[in-house]
């Protein structure tokens, strides 16, 4: 490949010169000390109010009129991969510049959400408005939203919050799903020695459980117990598939015995599944082979697994304008002869639905005999949809793009779903330049998308600074 040149900050924008000053300054989630550094530094070079909490959190304050109060807020960690040896916690990014995308050599960009900390210290530095801003830069969002989880009930006072750790700059999100990880663990029944064989499902596309779960990829887990389910006398020896509980599984191991020659139902398998997932998984591929003796579950127990994947909801489970309202992710699933583990990630945009849907997985769960416990459980968010703050988004986006924004509800997670549960009353939406591949190595951001959001956010702030009927309702002052 042709080398592409290193991105200087000769000619940049402001926005610009501020993002790639953050690509250098490591911050994988867990290690912040740098960029928390680097902030305080800002701050006090401009002569500007700043505050830090015990979870990690920066909170810059430019004055301006109190009653009118504007949060703007990002997250300061950024998830660390990359395709070979790269020391995310001391070395800065190599990032290249090429037919106006910016993207890093080998690793993660970390514009989700370096991209939103420029924009908000290009706001501290050179928007001239009558509102004060409250610009909130998070911790560890990538880890499980520590930071906004650990941000007190009066650090802010902002009437409005603009989140800008969206990915597309068609939209305007006002609302996010809600979700919650089900982890159940089984004690496997012993079920002897036997001749056992090993299959392997790969080559799928997975993806992400929030973006893709509606793009009819295959599940690996799934199909391992689909496969394993028609044959007779199965008894598994160990079960591999899943990392996260938020990736669609793309690959699985499983080695099991049972009556007969498998190799034949395989060729079979391998046929139809070829064939149902020839448009979302081209590449899927199965094998078998024979690898010797070993210990193996009893089939009952054999049998209470594999029913148990088959019945848990997995994949879409209803939709509404918005896209995906509610959806269910079997993510992990990992046992050999001391214990298996099931993992599940149920989400929803109405609460009440997640609930139901946890219940139901539970239950069955527990008709199993797993052990079950719901952890990282996070709150749906939903703006009402005649926000003050959406229409005058919405206006200004037409005067600024030329176009309608696509109003959106996230099947993701947000930071907001986490702080609209400590401010109940401030306005929120999200928004953000495009960002493709985010959390992969491919990870790239549209140059021109995060200048037009530049000046969509400055309008937007002074749209809402200059009118005092969005400051009429007051907001309960803690
Ligand atoms: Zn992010």
């Known amino acids: 490949m042709n080398p592409a040149p290193a991105a200087t ?128 830069f998070t911790a560890d ?10 941000i007190g009930n009066s650090w802010l006072s902002g009437k409005y919050l603009i989140n800008l750790d969206n990915e597309d700059v068609n939209e305007i999100t006002i609302g996010s799903a809600g979700s919650a990880d089900i982890v159940s663990e089984f004690i496997p029944e012993p079920g002897g020695e036997e001749r056992v064989y090993r299959m392997t499902a790969d080559g799928l596309l997975g993806g992400h459980s929030a973006g893709m779960i509606d793009s009819g990829r295959a599940n690996a887990i799934v199909l391992a117990a689909e496969f ?48 149902r997932f020839s448009d979302s998984d081209p590449g899927i591929e199965t094998y078998l082979e024979f690898c010797g003796k070993r ?57 009440k639905k997640l609930a139901e849907l946890v219940g139901t997985i539970k239950e069955i769960m527990a008709g199993a005999g797993g052990r079950t416990d719901c952890t990282d459980i996070f709150p749906e968010w939903k703006e ?3 926000s003050e703050l959406i229409g005058a988004a919405v206006d200004v986006y037409k005067r600024v793009f030329g176009r309608d924004p696509v109003v959106t509800v996230t099947h993701g997670g947000l930071e907001t779903s986490v702080l609209k549960e400590k401010y109940k009353e401030t306005r929120m939406i999200s928004v953000g330049p495009t ?10 951001m549209d140059i021109g998308t995060l200048s037009g959001m530049r000046v969509f956010l400055f309008e937007l702030i002074g749209e809402l600074a200059e009118n005092d009927h969005y400051w009429k309702r007051r907001l309960r002052k803690t």
Not at 248 to 257: D, L, R, T
Not at 296 to 314: M, Q, Y
Not at 435 to 444: F, L, R
Request: hydrophobic share 35%; net charge negative.
């Open 435 to 444: 960002i493709t591949g985010a959390h992969s190595p491919d990870e790239k």
């Open 384 to 386: 009402p949809e005649d």
């Open 141 to 150: 969002e990538e880890t499980g939203l520590c930071g906004a989880s650990g």
């Open 295 to 351: 210990t193996v579950w009893s089939a009952s127990f054999t049998g209470k697994i594999l029913r148990t994947i088959l019945e848990c909801p997995n994949g879409t489970i209803e939709k509404d304008r918005y896209g995906v309202k509610t959806s269910s992710n079997i993510g992990i699933m990992r046992g050999n002869q001391d214990n298996a583990v099931l993992v599940i990630k149920p989400r929803s945009s109405d609460g």
């Open 9 to 136: 900050t000769n000619n940049a924008s402001e926005e610009l010169k501020y993002f790639l000053e953050l690509t250098g300054i490591p911050r994988p989630s867990g290690h912040l000390a740098r960029i928390r550094k680097y902030l305080t530094g800002f701050a006090s070079q401009h002569g500007l109010e700043c505050k830090t909490d015990e979870s990690g959190n920066v909170l810059i304050i430019k004055p301006g009129t109190e009653e009118k109060t504007i949060i703007l807020q990002s997250h300061q960690d950024m998830v660390p991969q990359s395709l070979r040896d790269f020391d995310f916690e001391n070395d800065k990014l190599n990032v290249i510049i090429e037919d106006g995308w910016i993207r890093a050599d080998g690793t993660t960009l970390g514009a989700d959400d370096g991209a939103g900390m420029a924009l908000m210290l290009s706001a501290l530095n050179s928007l001239e408005c009558s509102a004060a801003l409250e610009c909130l």
């Open 228 to 275: 394993l389910s028609s044959l007779e006398g199965v008894k598994i020896s160990s079960f591999e598939s899943g990392t996260v509980p938020n990736a669609i599984p793309s690959k699985a191991e499983v080695c099991f015995s049972c009556d007969g020659d498998p190799f034949a139902a395989m060729d079979e398998f391998r046929k139809s599944i070829k064939k």
